[in-house]
């Protein structure tokens, strides 16, 4: 290909860089295949340097110092490695569990982590005087708008490309373009000289992994056990139930059975005992900003555990009337954050909110987990609207009278009856 066909000759958006301004570049690196072609396709299309960044947010099994040195092998003038692990749940998920953060079936998380990423470019780049941000993500997913609305927000300087995108190269177009340019690529253990392409692509980071690809966009094939890598499938977890408690201390989780722990030690283990009794499978079709329905697989042991025990807390502390509304702004909030609008001046309004009613969100909630189950079975806390005097049918009085209840049931039924006999008599 000619550099005139690798690079857009038209740009549809402000923020879309115009190649001839593109002098040095900061590259969103994850050290794999598409990340790896686009370092060395960005110097040589567009005669550019190249800063790679990559943004440790909990992935398991990464090593860094393995990618910093690929992309130091490859040209890049530097690779900066960012471990945001204590800033992504502190300012990211803090905010997602006091929300109760679902969008549809699953619990956020690959949402939560780009505006992260994003932001982290932006301050990356302007220390490294570039002067456009490249990313990997393709034209049908979100975590395009995700990413390039951060940018355009917070670095409205900063200009973007997104090589994937545009570059009309498939798989096998990658490879080749690897080799030809002597990008290090994975074999196949067993067939020497084939690249060992992953079977799924897979996101992932300290909140939950999706898995997308192969069988999965297959609506009539069941899933396969070889996607599950974080989550032991049900049937195989153990026969014997295990009961874990979480105290939270104004929405935040701050304890696992009794032990105080940092948020990140804490999900880290709540996620690795979920997992074994295979608590956090999440098998959805999801609605894209983009307009597309799509299949995904998502593993989230951490947040199958810690949001319904959140959730039940909050229920346990707040009235009726509280419940129902901050119901509806959760589902608001959730709704920004995945549709790429973390920025979105009405997700801080609603932050402020949850932040207000967590304020009592204190106590302990006790949570069965049981072949794919987790069930809260206990809860307890000093700001509960609940006395189980009150509650007991053997006893009255007090705030409450249960010879009181005739005349509160003749006025709360009153419009109905009214209106019932008039559309019946």
């Avoid at 975590?143 to 994937?164: F, M, S, Y």
């Avoid at 966009?217 to 014997?240: G, I, R, S």
């Avoid at 690795?272 to 989230?300: N, P, Q, T």
């Avoid at 039940?312 to 549709?339: G, M, P, S």
Wanted: proline letters at 5%; aromatic letters at 8%.
């Amino acid at each position: 290909m000619t550099r005139e066909q690798q690079i857009p000759s038209t740009r549809t958006a402000s923020y879309e860089a115009d190649p001839e301004q593109v002098h040095r570049v900061l590259l969103l690196y994850s050290g794999g295949l598409d990340t790896s072609v686009m370092l060395k396709w960005i110097q040589d299309s567009y005669g550019a340097e190249v800063v790679c960044l990559t943004v440790n947010l909990g992935q398991p099994g990464e090593d860094y110092e393995v990618v910093k040195g690929k992309a130091m092998q490859l040209g890049a003038l530097e690779c900066h490695v960012v471990d945001a692990r204590e800033e992504f749940a502190r300012d990211f998920l803090v905010p997602a569990i006091r929300a109760n953060a679902l969008y549809g079936d699953y619990p956020l998380f690959t949402a939560l982590g780009r505006p992260l990423i994003a932001k982290l470019a932006v301050e990356y780049a302007r220390k490294a005087g570039c002067d456009t941000i490249a990313h990997g993500c393709t034209g049908k997913g979100n975590d395009q708008v995700r990413i390039e609305a951060t940018i355009a927000t917070l670095g409205p300087e900063l200009k973007v490309i997104a090589p994937v995108r545009s570059w009309q190269m498939g798989r096998e177009e990658e490879i080749a373009y690897a080799r030809e340019h002597g990008i290090p690529i994975k074999t196949h253990p067993t067939q020497p000289g084939t690249e060992a392409a992953p079977p799924y692509s897979i996101d992932d980071n300290l909140w939950g992994r999706s898995s997308e690809g192969r069988w999965i966009e297959d609506l009539d094939h069941a899933p396969d056990e070889d996607v599950f890598q974080l989550v032991t499938p049900p049937e195989h977890a153990p026969d014997e139930s295990q009961t874990v408690e979480i105290d939270f201390e104004r929405g935040v989780p701050v304890a696992l059975d009794g032990e105080r722990l940092s948020l990140v030690d804490l999900i880290e283990r709540v996620a690795e005992i979920s997992a074994c009794h295979g608590v956090g499978i999440v098998d959805h079709i999801e609605d894209r900003i983009v307009g597309l329905k799509v299949r995904d697989i998502y593993e989230v042991p951490a947040a199958a555990v810690i949001l319904p025990a959140h959730r039940e807390l909050e229920r346990l502390v707040c009235t009726i009337h509280q419940n129902q509304f901050k119901a509806d702004l959760d589902r608001q909030w959730a709704y920004l954050v995945y549709a790429g609008l973390w920025w979105e001046p009405l997700r801080g309004d609603l932050d402020a909110y949850m932040d207000s009613v967590n304020e009592r969100v204190s106590g302990r909630i006790g949570v069965k987990l049981y072949k794919g189950h987790a069930r809260v079975v206990t809860r307890s806390s000093p700001h509960a609207v609940y006395d189980a005097a009150l509650a007991s049918f053997s006893e009255s009085g007090g705030l409450f009278s249960q010879t009181a209840s005739p005349g509160f049931i003749e006025l709360w039924s009153l419009q109905s009856r009214m209106a019932w006999r008039l559309r019946n008599d």
